[in-house]
């Protein structure tokens, strides 16, 4: 990248690449890389999820993980994000097919990370202490997030501005 012209600093070239703020149109990705296709990363997600709820984690995926910034990992970012967010709403599901508002409820609450279970009377207990980790708290409750954050972090090393 040039930021001179003739006698002149290009500052919008160079505050660009100092910014480390990537742009650009990512390549396709679709429910066949996620858990429909041949090489599908997660193929145990298949049949779980109704079709346009993957479609809109693709979406979601898709505004967040560019591909300028992950390269050969962009694929991989892009399935661990829509993981993580099947699997959130995975967890949302009732068996009942026609669920009470009270197992909707419980069905939809936050549990935090398992912090121990007993088999005798059944206990189990969660605890939401160490999801605070620098804005990443939500991406610790699965281990698709916890992952896509240690991913994100190590492509992000670099400082970024915005004016």
Known sequence: MSYFYPGRINVAALEAEASNVRGGENPPFTRDDFCY?????????????????????????????????????????????????????????????????????????????????????????????????NGWQDWQTTKFGRQFVQFAKFLAKAGMYVR
């Open 37 to 133: 296709g041949d090489q599908a990363f997660f193929p145990h997600f298949k049949g779980l999820i109704e079709d346009y709820m993957l479609d809109q984690f693709i979406l979601m995926a898709n505004a967040v993980v560019q591909e300028a910034r992950w390269h050969e990992q962009w694929k991989f970012g892009m399935a661990l994000y829509v993981a993580h967010m099947a699997t959130l709403y995975l967890e949302t599901m009732t068996p009942n097919p026609n669920p009470s508002a009270s197992q909707v409820i419980n069905a939809a609450k936050a549990k935090g990370l398992q912090t121990s279970k007993s088999v005798g009377s059944l206990s189990v207990s969660y605890s939401f202490e160490g999801l605070n980790t």
